[in-house]
């Protein structure tokens, strides 16, 4: 892993002036927003030190730019979703596998009975709490790819946990593919349904160029998330990253590595763009819907960029600045 006697700052790409995107925020971000929050506190129980993080995440933020068009009822259920996700992160980065699965088995039988699945779990009364929601309006196509999306989530935590407990770390290749399932980006797609009014035909689902894409979506927002919390994570020794991975793999430096996943998530947005010239037509009322869909993925392209720095979870305080130079000095190792 690396070390400070190695190198002590690398660079970020410029993948905000890359994705040429408008940003859109909705108006309703700040009421709900803060709504929200109150909500995961007081659910939550956080020790100080966890609630000052929780507020410096700005979850809320990213969601208003994500959802723009939600109105606020539906933005508040997004609102929910990410605060719980991200918390849900949190806590199963100290899980074991065992523990990780009995998460999985409590949220995800939440989901399915939100009335009559009894829990003392934290976790489950949340998800009761915004699932009871999202389902009073969503369609069942999208409320049955949400659960089955957060299956996806829990099965590949277990199986970063099981990596992490025996100190493996995966190919690239086999790091892409569970990469696509823990970053949660699947269920916060789904809710572009959700916010939209909108259930997709299945038909539309399946297509291959729908779910390319998804993944186009999914690998940026990905990708780049592991470029921004490098350090962070470097700091605490965590190798679930695709940096690490690329530097052990291909025997590159910090900083050719960073160039590397740099040049993924330009690539995954060019790959987005000719997708989007190959959408096929399902007729009028159906390509509205899916026209809305598409848009409310670029919107997660360019939002969960910008959102990246108006965080404090990768930057702390200096996410403005950080925005304009790129240079990254590297965090102290925490002793474990």
Request: net charge negative; glycine share 6%.
């Amino acid at each position: 892993m690396l070390t400070s006697s190695t190198t002590n700052s690398f660079i970020l790409p410029d993948l905000v002036s890359h994705c040429t995107y408008p940003l859109h925020v909705n108006p309703n971000c700040d009421p709900m927003a803060r709504e929200s929050e109150r909500w995961l506190l007081e659910a939550a129980n956080h020790s100080e030190k966890r609630r000052v993080a929780f507020l410096g995440l700005k979850a809320g933020e990213l969601t208003a730019s994500c959802y723009p068009n939600a109105d606020s009822f539906h933005l508040r259920v997004c609102d929910d979703f990410m605060n719980y996700l991200f918390n849900l992160d949190d806590w199963l980065d100290e899980f074991d596998v065992e523990d990780t699965n009995g998460m999985a088995d409590c949220c995800i039988g939440s989901m399915r009975d939100p009335i009559n699945f009894e829990t003392d779990k934290r976790a489950g009364r949340m998800t009761k709490s915004f699932f009871g929601r999202l389902v009073q309006t969503s369609g069942p196509g999208c409320r049955d790819r949400f659960i089955h999306s957060m299956d996806l989530f829990f099965k590949a935590v277990a199986q970063q946990a099981s990596d992490r407990a025996h100190g493996v770390t995966p190919d690239l290749e086999s790091y892409i593919t569970i990469r696509r399932d823990t970053s949660g980006c699947k269920p916060c797609f789904q809710l572009i349904e959700f916010a939209g009014g909108i259930d997709l035909p299945q038909e539309v689902v399946d297509h291959p160029i729908i779910q390319s894409l998804e993944e186009a979506t999914n690998d940026l927002v990905t990708w780049s998330n592991d470029i921004f919390s490098f350090n962070v994570e470097q700091s605490r020794q965590d190798t679930h990253n695709m940096i690490p991975v690329v530097m052990r793999q291909k025997n590159l430096s910090l900083q050719e590595a960073v160039d590397f996943v740099g040049d993924y998530c330009k690539n995954s947005i060019e790959r987005f763009e000719t997708d989007r010239k190959s959408v096929p037509s399902w007729g009028p009322d159906v390509d509205k819907d899916v026209t809305i869909y598409i848009e409310g993925l670029q919107n997660w392209i360019v939002g969960s960029l910008h959102w990246s720095f108006d965080s404090e979870r990768y930057f702390g305080k200096l996410g403005a600045q950080v925005k304009k130079h790129r240079i990254i000095e590297l965090l102290p190792q925490k002793v474990t």
